[in-house]
């Protein structure tokens, strides 16, 4: 579901091993397309065929089992997808390949391509934006424990430390995962065709390295293929829920059991049982619907059972505990089915691809075993009344802000929430969550309603806002992007003059009372706490604060905005100081860093065992220094320049130059990201506070820094 109101449906070969060999698949003259938009608004004939992308051998890229997960942006990010038919038993070759979807212009493009082929993958998107991947088959066909992490910003991926066989098979293909609040996420249990043992598990990916903590009392645990997980409206409350599935095996039964766990409970989180659906079923889909009820459509009491399919949709109420029948589809879904929200609170249901699957390269006429029709279910609160009308809302939201919507239905409103636009495939919907709005009053027209201030309960990105009335009749939708970072309505000198200086790229202040997110005050570049530092400590400003790093494994991972001309800038006290006494900034204790092993356009700030400020670029590795003693339990400020013109490099202590050089002249592109409190290699950690970091796509002149350190004052 995009944020302009479309539909993009991707298929690539479509399960078609006929369409994916032909020489003619992806030839768009012949209309062998790889994937749709469609516009509700004008109905069967508002499809349009995006560009078909390709490979160096000039094959189509085909993401056929690919993942998925929205950017903050509203790009789609889509990694991975089949190399080709020759597979085995557990599925076939995955690609490297990574590909986006801008809403805009309806294309595709090519991005930085992942460490290893995945096939049946998953994707989400976390709290500061990045996006995860996790399992799937790679190109040798051997399971991909390895879990990575996406930045749009350095169009890099990075490979995040976490327990490898035999500590940890890996999470099974196609694993159900939600992002929890406290930034770890949970795998349900859900899958798709893995037999893996590994059962629910918190997989704590705010930890260096990730640890995995299991998640008892799952019934019927090796029952749980193809079902389907949410994360129970509100997102607030913390709960989820999975649902239905069957057996791994071409002839199994599906359940009807469904499980809570509830991870704000009391206890170690724990599955309990809830009240079972009516029918069993596997190659469900469950959508989230704005009156906080949850919807299940599609799927079969066995797999891929054309003869018993579940036609009648079921909706779960979380306040009553219960399930309710309803209406039924003529349309048989079954396998490679969705079904997903639309903005006018309607549900669209697509796809199915029964086996013996398809046998033909041409989409049109339709093949028997690829149901191309749609079909879109009323709940039956479209049938309860008139509906409450958004006149206005502001289109870019804040976290932690207080919003005006207006509306006449001000003074009549049970809820407002915002619901995240859907992705799915093969019975799971990695995106969507209903996020409360707490309304803090309500009249004369307008509605105020709260946003919150936790990204991991919003991850940042763009929602439909709706209006519930007292009936629980829900308005349609209006789109609302959520990714600034809170107000702050009385900024001090020093930060006004960090957001007044020309080439600012971003900002974080770091001084967060408690989350894992740094949030980003220029824009959405937010960034991450890894290991849950404590944060108050006292900061260089009057009454700021800052975060205190321990020297073990606890620093701030930050998105590399910058490769040309730049400047990093931040405030640092420590009494421990670093390591070394080298020739490098690489050999010291990392205080803004990107140094990436070998010889590589890398760049960073460092401290050594003398209390001295290193500050660097790499290829050739050229390095600048300080004087000693600034590990002396005050507080210092710290600027590192570079123009990449002439390779000058510039470091700057408490507002003075006290280094310069000159490095090479190419772009520094090596890092995936920026450590703070540590080398961006994972070593030498520095035990610090920290605060006001700002990077710069600017070599910003003297000047500048003189003002900022007096700023201070």
């Not at 239905?409 to 019975?427: D, E, I, M, Q, Y």
């Not at 202040?509 to 949030?519: H, K, M, S």
């Not at 494994?553 to 931040?570: G, I, N, Q």
Request: aromatic fraction near 8%; glycine fraction near 12%.
């Amino acid at each position: 579901m995009l944020h302009s109101g479309k539909v993009l449906f991707f298929a690539g070969s479509g399960n078609s091993r006929t369409r994916f060999e032909s020489p003619r698949f992806g030839d768009e003259a012949r209309q062998i397309w790889t994937s749709a938009v469609w516009d509700p608004a004008a109905g069967a004939g508002g499809f349009f065929h995006p560009h078909t992308l390709r490979n160096a051998a000039g094959r189509p890229i085909d993401y056929f089992c690919c993942g998925h997960a929205f950017l903050a942006d509203g790009r789609l990010l889509v990694a991975g997808g089949t190399v080709s038919w020759h597979g085995n038993a557990d599925g076939l070759p995955g690609l490297r390949d990574v590909l986006a979807f801008d809403t805009q212009t309806q294309q595709w493009s090519h991005r930085a391509p992942m460490v290893h082929g995945r096939w049946y993958p998953t994707l989400i998107t976390l709290g500061d934006g990045r996006v995860l991947t996790t399992s799937g088959l790679r190109g040798n066909l051997a399971t991909n424990t390895l879990i990575e992490a996406y930045s749009w910003a350095a169009n890099a991926w990075q490979v995040l430390r976490s327990p490898q066989p035999p500590h940890f098979a890996g999470l099974p293909r196609y694993a159900h995962l939600l992002l929890l609040e406290s930034g770890a996420v949970f795998f349900t249990g859900g899958r798709m065709d893995d037999p893996s043992h590994v059962g629910p598990c918190v997989v704590d990916v705010a930890a260096d390295p990730i640890t995995v903590r299991p998640v008892p009392g799952l019934q019927d645990g090796n029952a749980r293929d193809q079902s389907t997980s949410v994360l129970l409206p509100p997102a607030q409350d913390q709960r989820v829920m999975i649902m239905g599935g069957a057996p791994v095996g071409p002839h199994a039964e599906a359940v009807s059991h469904c499980d809570i766990v509830d991870f704000k409970a009391v206890g170690a989180p724990t599955y309990r049982a809830a009240p079972s659906m009516h029918r069993p079923r596997i190659h469900l889909n469950a959508v989230l619907l704005p009156d906080r009820t949850v919807l299940v459509a599609g799927g079969a009491r066995g797999r891929e059972d054309r003869a018993h399919p579940t036609p009648e949709v079921e909706i779960y109420d979380p306040a009553s505990n219960s399930w309710t029948l309803g209406a039924a589809s003529s349309i048989t879904r079954l396998y490679h089915s969705v079904a997903l929200l639309l903005p006018d609170a309607r549900v669209l249901a697509a796809g199915g691809n029964p086996p013996p699957f398809g046998h033909q390269v041409p989409w049109e006429p339709p093949d028997h075993n690829e149901e191309m029709r749609l079909d879109v279910y009323s709940p039956p609160y479209l049938f309860k009344g008139s509906r409450p009308v958004i006149e206005a809302a502001p289109a870019e939201w804040a976290y932690g802000d207080t919003v005006s919507i207006e509306t006449p239905a001000a003074g009549a409103l049970k809820w407002a929430s915002l619901v995240r636009n859907g992705v799915a495939t093969h019975s799971f919907n990695t995106n969507q969550r209903l996020v409360d709005l707490p309304i803090a009053s309500q009249g004369g027209g307008v509605v105020e309603v709260e946003v919150t201030g936790e990204p991991n309960v919003a991850p940042p990105g763009w929602y439909m806002l709706f209006l519930v009335d007292d009936q629980g009749i829900p308005s349609a939708a209006k789109w609302i992007h959520l990714q600034a970072a809170p107000p702050n309505p009385s900024p001090s000198a020093y930060e006004q003059a960090v957001l007044a200086t020309p080439g600012l790229a971003g900002y974080w202040r770091l001084n967060e009372p408690a989350g894992t997110v740094a949030f980003d005050v220029l824009g959405g570049n937010h960034a991450t706490y890894l290991g849950r530092p404590p944060r108050g400590a006292a900061g260089p400003i009057s009454g700021d604060a800052a975060v205190v790093l321990d020297g073990l494994h606890r620093y701030v991972l930050l998105p590399r905005l910058v490769d040309d001309d730049f400047t990093l800038e931040l405030w640092f006290r420590t009494e421990a100081g670093g390591v070394g006494a080298g020739s490098q900034w690489w050999q010291g204790s990392g205080l803004l860093d990107g140094e990436v092993p070998g010889v590589r356009d890398d760049f960073g700030v460092s401290m050594d065992g003398g209390g001295r400020i290193w500050a660097g670029t790499g290829r050739p590795d050229t390095s600048v220094h300080s004087g000693p003693g600034l590990a002396d339990g005050d507080w210092h400020h710290v600027a590192f320049t570079r123009v990449r013109h002439s390779g000058e490099l510039t470091l700057y202590v408490d507002g003075s130059p006290v280094a310069s050089g000159h490095g090479g002249t190419q772009a520094l592109t090596s890092p995936p990201a920026l450590r703070a409190g540590m080398l961006q290699s994972g070593t030498h950690p520095l035990a610090t506070d920290l605060a006001h970091l700002a990077m710069y796509s600017a070599a910003i002149p003297g000047a500048a820094v003189a003002q900022h350190f007096q700023a201070r004052a």
